[in-house]
């Protein structure tokens, strides 16, 4: 397993743009699926993206797909969520999540490395 910390979280106004970042502890960060989950206040926990290991291929919710960006620097163990043209709806805490090997996958229970999250709040 890997250790995940997620930062970049904040207040910004709709429209605006955050990036979100996960910092990862452990051995073989590059063989690790990483998948961003949101969970918006009185919601279940929802996929946001995920990026594949085999063919780099990122795959997005209908929901923030066209302004989200996820993006990994296996180098540094660190990867990205680009946000832009934010809505209020996009609201909650963000989580990045890891598992080695094998498919994206959009169910929380498929990943067994989470970070704390950190708090996206969207609002005028």
């Known amino acids: 397993q890997l250790q995940l910390v997620e930062s970049g979280g904040g207040l910004v106004q709709p429209g605006g743009s955050l990036r979100l970042s996960c910092t990862a502890s452990?051995?073989?960060?590059?063989?690790?699926?990483i998948a961003w989950f949101r969970q918006g206040p009185g919601r279940k926990r929802e996929f946001v993206s995920c990026?594949?290991?085999?063919?780099?291929?990122?795959d997005y919710a209908a929901t923030v797909e066209g302004r989200f960006t996820a993006s990994r620097d296996d180098a540094k163990n660190m990867a990205y969520l680009r946000m832009d043209s934010l809505r209020s709806e996009d609201t909650g805490v963000y989580y990045c999540?890891?598992?080695?090997?094998?498919?994206?996958?959009?169910?929380?229970?498929?990943?067994?490395?989470w970070g704390q999250g950190t708090q996206v709040t969207v609002s005028s």
């Open positions: 990026l594949s290991v085999t063919d780099g291929r990122a």
């Open positions: 452990g051995s073989r960060f590059e063989h690790y699926i």
């Open positions: 999540a890891a598992e080695i090997f094998g498919p994206c996958s959009d169910l929380p229970e498929e990943y067994d490395s």
